[in-house]
Nanobody, 124 residues
Framework: QVQLVESGGGLVQAGGSLRLSCAAS????????AAWFRQAPGKEREFVAA????????YYADSVKGRFTISRDNAKNTVYLQMNSLKPEDTAVYYC?????????????????WGQGTQVTVSS
């Protein structure tokens, strides 16, 4: 069992940047695939990015590829999402998720551990 807590959200203007952090506690997060999802009002939760536990492979939604970067520091038990060139369409609650093992999935139902979310608002 692991607990996840997101931080780093806020209000930024279009074109700005934010870095989200997902801190794991309770036990090591090293063996987990980590992912970021987001959910905007009136929309389903959508996949943003994922990284396997070794950090060797990363995956991105087409909508964020080239702008967002997911990374992790297993020594710090933390995963990050660097978000650059933010657009109003990126406005959502961002959630950190984890699933034990090296496989990843775009479906939120495949993840067993979730943070409470952090709000990202991008003004036009």
């Amino acid at each position: 069992q692991v607990q996840l807590v997101e931080s780093g959200g806020g209000l930024v203007q279009a074109g700005g940047s934010l870095r989200l952090s997902c801190a794991a506690s309770g036990r090591t997060f090293s063996g987990y695939t980590a992912a970021w999802f987001r959910q905007a009002p009136g929309k389903e939760r959508e996949f943003v990015a994922a990284i396997i536990w070794t950090g060797a492979s990363t995956y991105y939604a087409d909508s964020v590829k080239g702008r967002f970067t997911i990374s992790r520091d297993n020594a710090k038990n933390t995963v990050y999402l660097q978000m650059n060139s933010l657009k109003p369409e990126d406005t959502a609650v961002y959630y950190c998720a984890g699933a034990y093992g090296s496989r990843w999935a775009r479906r939120s139902s495949e993840y067993t551990h979730w943070g409470q979310g952090t709000q990202v608002t991008v003004s036009s």
